[in-house]
């Protein structure tokens, strides 16, 4: 269930009865002919999929993450890695501070991976809560199944392209596109990457068919479940 919608009474007398909760953190960047929005949206649908059975509230995604070598490319917003620590960390501290210990992050953002330093920090400050935070695109089972499907793939390539990410008359090129050279892109400027990558695609197909499609999702959203029914290294205790 989205804490969107739900009022606060309504939570208060969800926490009577468990204490998991979902956070998803996205990013707001480049995605070639996919949505700007791609991390975001899904981070947050895997983690409403996930939930949606086991009753278990998921928060609003957070939408921005580090994303600076993207900044050539219009529309891409990135943070400053101490302002979104700052950030996540305040997001955490105020849902631990309603009494949820078993929080589930799921990440769609390759550079928001910092975060998940600070959520082991989280838990050695307050041995009572557990955090995991999961990556849900390169989780193994998920990993596995893109491999499967083919291993060419990558940023911005078919195992991004779902229908929920693309654009309404948005054509996606029929060819397979090279895999880039990343190597040396943390150290390239904005304008460099730009002129590496083109349009964005690291390379690969840039769409498969909806059924195949469908068949990581729900891999995906599986793997995920998995995580949010446990076992949790901290037993929830209830008055």
């Excluded at 955090?131 to 940023?155: E, G």
Aim: with cysteine; net charge negative; hydrophobic share 40%.
């Amino acid at each position: 269930m989205r804490i969107r919608d739900r009022n606060w009474m309504q939570i208060e007398q969800y926490l009577k009865h468990d204490d998991r909760a979902v956070l998803p953190l996205g990013c707001t960047e480049q995605h070639a002919y996919l949505s700007l929005s791609v991390d975001s949206i899904l981070s947050e649908h895997v983690a409403l999929d996930a939930a949606e059975p086991l009753g278990v509230p998921v928060f609003p995604v957070i939408p921005y993450g580090p994303t600076a070598s993207f900044m050539a490319y219009p529309g891409t917003v990135s943070l400053q890695l101490k302002t979104y620590l700052v950030l996540v960390r305040d997001v955490l501290d105020s849902i631990v501070a309603h009494g949820f210990k078993r929080i589930l992050v799921v990440n769609g953002h390759g550079g928001n991976q910092p975060a998940a330093a600070l959520a082991e920090q989280l838990m050695q400050e307050n041995p009572a809560i557990e955090v995991k935070f999961h990556s849900w695109w390169r989780a193994p089972k998920t990993w596995a199944k893109v491999k499967q499907i083919d291993p060419v793939a990558s940023h911005a390539s078919w195992m991004e392209n779902f229908p929920i990410t693309r654009l309404s008359g948005v054509m996606q090129p029929s060819h397979q596109q090279p895999m880039a050279d990343t190597t040396h892109l943390v150290s390239m400027t904005p304008q460099q990457t730009r002129e590496l990558l083109g349009d964005g695609n690291f390379g690969g197909d840039y769409q498969k068919p909806d059924d195949v499609m469908d068949g990581l999702w729900q891999v995906a959203v599986s793997e995920t479940r998995e995580l949010l029914q446990g076992p949790w290294r901290k037993r929830p205790i209830y008055p």
